[in-house]
């Protein structure tokens, strides 16, 4: 009979079910691997096609060396591990060792990401648990989340969860749609009031602007900014804001020198939010209704 090659060798080992293996039984998950690292063009122009030559291009990770100990690798294998995946691997006791350079040097050992990146599934797959002690292995090479990829722009691997993505995504659609469901009740007087408070009136849109241009530009923040969208109805101070923003724009309120004050009166605070809270004060009460009269005088 013809002996079998080593690929034909792994490919069987890649296809054996997990046995009773508690070690190993801890690497679970499935988890999205591709390059994060972007070019000086892509980060330019983010529609640029600066890898199209480089579409079948691969980024190789394998067992880096140890700089502490000599002629090692760094595995992030524990002993318990070790053993559990030569027996899984149908490997002889000791293969795994980071001594061995020979096995951590095989190219059926290193880890191959392609631009589009590729799946590991450690819930089935023995080698990809492996795959993926070695993507610890390496480093700040290597950043798990993009909460880590914030702080890491130097890093060549992004990993995330799959599952947790999921999640994400599930929680990003909900928000939309309770954003959009939100939108729909809204009169056009209504966004009028939304925009004067938005970011604090930076879009300077009234009652004057366009009724298309209100109803596109408020309709583009539900769609980009959704979570930002509901905060700002979900503030209880944002009648309070509408009324500033209403106060400012008949100029009954000012600013000069940096800060807030009624015209002609006593200054209000070096913020909005500091004239919004001087207003909302009850023992500002006298001050508000007059406030309030001076602005449906200018009606």
Same mark, same amino acid.
């Given at each position: ?5 080593? *690929? ?35 980060? !330019?122009?983010?529609?640029? =096609? ?32 070790? !053993? ?40 089935n797959n023995v080698k990809h648990k492996m ?6 292995? %390496? ?32 929680? =990003? ?15 056009? %007087? ?6 004067? *408070? ?20 408020? +309709? ?9 969208? $509901? ?8 009648k309070d804001y509408v009324l500033v923003q209403? $106060? ?9 020198? +940096?800060?807030?004050? *009624? ?12 004239? *919004? ?12 209704? !007059? ?9």
């Open positions: 009979m013809k002996e079998k090659s080593e *690929v034909e060798k792994q490919v069987e080992v890649l296809e054996m079910p997990m046995s009773n293996t508690p070690h190993l039984d801890k690497i679970r998950g499935k988890y999205i691997v591709k390059p994060c690292q972007k070019s000086w063009v892509e980060e !330019a122009n983010p529609d640029a =096609k600066d890898f199209a030559l480089f579409d079948k291009a691969e980024i190789w990770l394998c067992a880096p060396r140890s700089r502490d100990i000599q002629d090692a690798v760094i595995t992030k294998i524990s002993k318990e591990e070790q !053993a559990e995946f030569e027996s899984e691997m149908n490997l002889q006791k000791g293969t795994m060792s980071p001594f061995n350079q020979i096995f951590w040097q095989k190219h059926i050992n290193t880890l191959k990401i392609p631009k589009q990146g590729l799946t590991l599934d450690c819930d795959f993926y002690r070695l993507l610890e292995a %390496n480093g700040s090479k290597v950043v798990f989340g993009k909460d880590q990829l914030s702080l890491n722009s130097s890093a060549l691997i992004l990993v995330e969860n799959e599952e947790q993505n999921a999640k994400v995504d599930t929680q =990003k659609i909900t928000i939309k749609t309770k954003a959009f469901a939100k939108l729909a009740g809204m009169s056009l %007087n209504d966004k009028i009031d939304f925009l004067k *408070v938005f970011r604090e009136g930076t879009l300077k849109l009234n009652a004057n602007s366009n009724p298309d241009l209100i109803e596109a530009t408020i +309709g583009n923040i539900v769609d980009k900014s959704p979570e930002e969208f $509901l905060a700002n109805f979900d503030n209880p101070l944002f209403d $106060l400012i724009s008949k100029n009954i309120i000012i600013r000069k020198g +940096g800060t807030y004050m *009624v015209n002609g009166g006593e200054p209000l605070g070096t913020s909005i939010l500091d004239v *919004v809270l001087q207003i909302k004060d009850k023992k500002n009460e006298s001050l508000k209704i !007059a406030l309030k009269a001076k602005l449906e005088n200018t009606k």
